[in-house]
Nanobody, 127 residues
Framework: QVQVQESGGGWVQPGGSLRLSCEVSGSTSRNYGVSWFRQSSGKEREFVSGIRGADGGTTYANFAKGRFTVSRDRATSTVYLRMNNLAPEDTAIYYC????????????????????WGPGTQVTVSS
């Protein structure tokens, strides 16, 4: 059974950085897509960034471009989200999600295609 678990959330001041981790267990397949989504209080869940396991292809939401970087470590089956220059509007619960197969990059932002979700990790940006 495939499972994902996020870690690395916490409190940070505006302008600070955090690195979130998503550990994937229960699968050794290199054909997958892992994405980060986030949900703020009172708002709908939104796509942040995704990475394709087969070739490392990446995609970002507009608000994440230039500030966030998604990467993967095949040896540890871990996907990372490095977030720089954080702002209060980045405060949210961040979720990691995995889907099997080799997804089309442009479709990785669609949450309905993901089979496995983690419980989320809270990120709070405030002074």
């Amino acid at each position: 059974q495939v499972q994902v678990q996020e870690s690395g959330g916490g409190w940070v001041q505006p302008g600070g950085s955090l690195r979130l981790s998503c550990e994937v267990s229960g699968s050794t397949s290199r054909n997958y897509g892992v994405s980060w989504f986030r949900q703020s209080s009172g708002k709908e869940r939104e796509f942040v960034s995704g990475i394709r396991g087969a070739d490392g292809g990446t995609t970002y939401a507009n608000f994440a471009k230039g500030r966030f970087t998604v990467s993967r470590d095949r040896a540890t089956s871990t996907v990372y989200l490095r977030m720089n220059n954080l702002a209060p509007e980045d405060t949210a619960i961040y979720y990691c999600a995995r889907r099997a197969g080799n997804p089309i990059i442009s479709m990785m932002s669609q949450s309905q295609h993901y089979e496995t979700w983690g419980p989320g990790t809270q990120v709070t940006v405030s002074s």
